[in-house]
């Protein structure tokens, strides 16, 4: 046991060793076309060559205002609670995205998708983009769409009046 507990703090300080030997002017992988919004190889030593503070290890420590998006909660909980009949996939709070797959409205026959963007933390109809998808991969009718954010839009209103009160 204490045989391979040692094998494994070896191996895991090879590793390290190996990965702190990449610094500034070294290059390792094949080059690949820096595009900034792709996190790769060339994009972490062109960092690392344009800043000599940064190490190898700034990669675990980067810090993007572009991730940090404000989501306006009542949004947030009023979309969860209207689509609440589809699946949710996905979500990500940081970015206000809420991905769902297809269900079938109460009362209803057709089956639906929805992907919700929360992009800002204002309780605005512009905040709020709800897009809707068929089974059959047909964009939904823009009037079912708007309704839909009316509902979501009506919702998030009604939840803040009763924080309101509290």
């Not at 191996?11 to 690949?32: D, E, N």
Request: aromatic share 6%; proline share 5%.
């Amino acid at each position: 046991m204490v045989q391979k507990t040692a094998f494994r703090i070896t191996a895991a300080l090879i590793i390290v060793a190996t990965i702190g030997a990449c610094g500034p002017g070294r290059t390792f992988g094949s080059p690949a076309t820096a595009r900034p919004d792709v996190y790769t190889d060339a994009n972490v030593r062109s960092n690392i060559e344009t800043n000599p503070n940064n190490t190898i290890w700034s990669i675990f420590n980067r810090r993007s205002n572009e991730t940090n998006v404000l989501v306006n909660k009542y949004l947030w909980s009023a979309s969860l609670e209207v689509l609440n009949f589809l699946p949710v996939q996905s979500v990500d709070p940081f970015t206000g995205v809420i991905v769902t797959g297809y269900g079938t409205p109460p009362g209803g026959g057709r089956s639906y998708r929805a992907t919700v963007l929360i992009d800002d933390p204002a309780l605005d109809a512009r905040s709020l983009n709800v897009a809707l998808q068929t089974r059959g991969g047909a964009a939904v009718s823009r009037a079912t769409s708007r309704a839909v954010e009316d509902a979501i839009l009506s919702r998030a209103r009604e939840l803040r009046i009763r924080d309101n009160k509290l």
